[in-house]
């Protein structure tokens, strides 16, 4: 088995995050800041610009005039969506990698972070939470530590599913007592070193709720709600689908009937929809 240092070391093989990332995730949250400031931000770089302009001039979308510039992207899709698409498209190269010891084809990780991400801002903005853009990039990186982890779980998997079986473990805490670490704990850690925010880096941490404080924050309480939708919708979400603790009274303060929970599931499968168009633009 391989130490706890090795496995950590290898965090460094991962594709660094842009720098334009953090920028546009400053300005996306700061009040006092305009459109035109993030509009020169993402212009500043080539490749991000014809990125975003590829995909939003792509079938899927289907807009009616051809867009010719980051301004006219935000005038004519809205501020948010641009920020979601610059975000999706700039930390999905490391997802995008295949994950054979959660049972995840390449690609898989990629569809089903931008899914869960695209429900944790449904959620967000119906709790009228603040932060939405970093509750949409906690959500895409919640499970970056499985593109690390995965080939140890791999190896381990056996004694994982045996833990969950009998011991009634969730699967974090499984890869926990194999592994010496899990994929969240890794994710954390990640998170440091690309520096984002200690609220973000706690997002993904604690996305399935470890204790009492982590299901009290409501951001994080919004990444578990959206990624347990995608768990019981989605059948190809790996193979630690549905081995996590179902916290009743989390699903009870943010659903007040079991038809808003229906409707969300229902939301989910069809942001995977626009997402098969999304990632056919990439």
């Keep these: 088995m391989a130490s706890l240092t090795q496995i950590i070391k290898k965090v460094d093989r991962l594709e660094p ?4 990332i953090h920028k546009v995730l400053d300005l996306a949250d700061d009040p006092e800041s305009s459109l035109r400031d993030l509009v020169e931000v993402v212009e500043r770089d080539p490749a991000i610009t014809a990125n975003l302009l590829k995909t939003v001039n792509s079938a899927h979308l289907g807009l009616p005039v051809k867009v010719d ?8 899709l809205g501020l948010q969506q641009v920020v979601e698409m610059v975000l999706s498209q700039n930390l999905s190269g490391n997802l995008q990698r295949p994950q ?3 049972g995840l084809a390449k690609g898989d990780l990629w569809r089903q972070s931008l ?7 449904t959620l967000a903005g119906q709790k009228d939470l603040m932060s939405l853009p970093a509750i949409y990039t906690a959500a895409l990186l919640k499970d970056i530590g ?4 995965h080939e140890y ?10 833990l969950v079986a009998e011991k009634s473990m969730s699967f974090v805490e499984a890869e926990k007592a194999v592994l010496g670490i899990d994929h969240t704990a890794l994710g954390g850690i990640i998170a440091k070193q690309w520096h984002f925010s200690p609220h973000m880096t706690y997002m993904i941490e604690n996305h399935h709720l470890p204790d009492t ?42 659903f007040t009937d079991k038809q808003q929970i229906k409707s969300l599931m229902i939301v989910y499968k069809s942001f995977n929809r626009v997402i098969q168009g999304f990632m056919e633009a990439a």
């Design 17 to 20: 995050i842009p720098t334009v």
């Design 153 to 162: 779980v791999a190896d381990e998997l056996p004694a994982i599913k045996k």
């Design 115 to 121: 899914a869960v991400a695209m429900v944790a801002r």
């Design 213 to 254: 404080a982590s299901r009290n924050d409501p951001a994080t309480a919004t990444l578990y709600l959206a990624d347990m939708v995608a768990m019981m919708v989605d059948t190809g979400i790996g193979v630690d689908r549905l081995a996590y603790h179902v916290y009743q009274d989390v699903f009870n303060d943010f």
């Design 146 to 149: 499985k593109v690390i982890l």
């Design 69 to 76: 510039s980051v301004s006219q992207a935000v005038s004519m």
């Design 100 to 102: 054979s010891g959660y």
